[in-house]
């Protein structure tokens, strides 16, 4: 049986909370990234009849979909200075899982409006309210707590995925926790010490995103 030694990671532990904090502030930057950017794409593919949005939205999903996270970061951190670019690491992470996930989130967003009954936008057309009114009063509140289950999901994943920014030089946990590896030699034992992390971090997404779909529930928004 091997030996398990898990001084070094209480040796690194300031490193590694450090690390943890980093993490947590590239994750939270992108999650409200995607946010923003899904729902907007999210609503342009909605409505065909505005093409030209309907169009760009699906080709940037189908682009960013069909391509891995890590080759987007390369192509943020490597490939932009070739044309004098040059963004800062932490930039370069945010912006890549934030655009990433978006395209998944607007699938998300997509999937909820088209949920809610086409009755509820017709009554409040009839009220007399514009489509971005009645958009924003009627359907989004109701198809939100629709959302809520799958973007869970979508911000476990985006946690799990930030492992990959500190290949472009960011010291998040992963890269807090390489460094311990390379003094150490007790990969094993950090690897561990990292999926705990993250496995905290993850729970407690869904542990807060559970709350706030009982608390949309509880306020009866959905039907």
């Not at 899904?38 to 391509?67: D, M, Q, S």
């Not at 994943?157 to 010291?171: C, D, G």
């Amino acid at each position: 049986m091997p030996e398990f030694d898990f001084s070094p990671v209480f040796a690194g532990w300031e490193d590694l909370l450090h690390g943890t904090g980093v993490t947590i502030e590239v994750t939270l930057c992108s999650l409200v990234l995607s946010c923003v950017l899904g729902i907007i794409l999210g609503l342009a593919r909605t409505n065909p009849e505005k093409r030209i949005r309907y169009t760009i939205a699906n080709t940037y999903v189908v682009f960013v979909r069909g391509t891995p996270l890590l080759v987007q970061l390369f192509i943020l951190f490597f490939g932009l200075p070739y044309f004098n670019i040059t963004l800062p690491a932490f930039f370069c992470g945010v912006i890549g899982m934030g655009c990433y996930s978006a395209s998944y989130v607007s699938e998300i967003v997509r999937g909820a409006i088209l949920s809610v009954d086409k009755g509820q936008m017709e009554a409040a057309r009839s009220m007399g309210m514009p489509a971005s009114q009645a958009m924003r009063v009627v359907v989004l509140p109701q198809a939100l707590v629709r959302m809520v289950p799958p973007l869970a999901n979508e911000f476990i994943a985006l946690t799990k995925n930030s492992a990959l920014v500190s290949l472009v030089t960011i010291h998040d946990v992963m890269h807090e926790g390489q460094k311990i590896i390379s003094v150490s030699y007790r990969s094993l034992e950090v690897y561990v010490a990292i999926a705990f992390i993250y496995l905290i971090l993850t729970t407690s997404i869904m542990f807060a995103l559970r709350k706030l779909e009982n608390k949309l529930r509880a306020g009866g928004m959905v039907q």
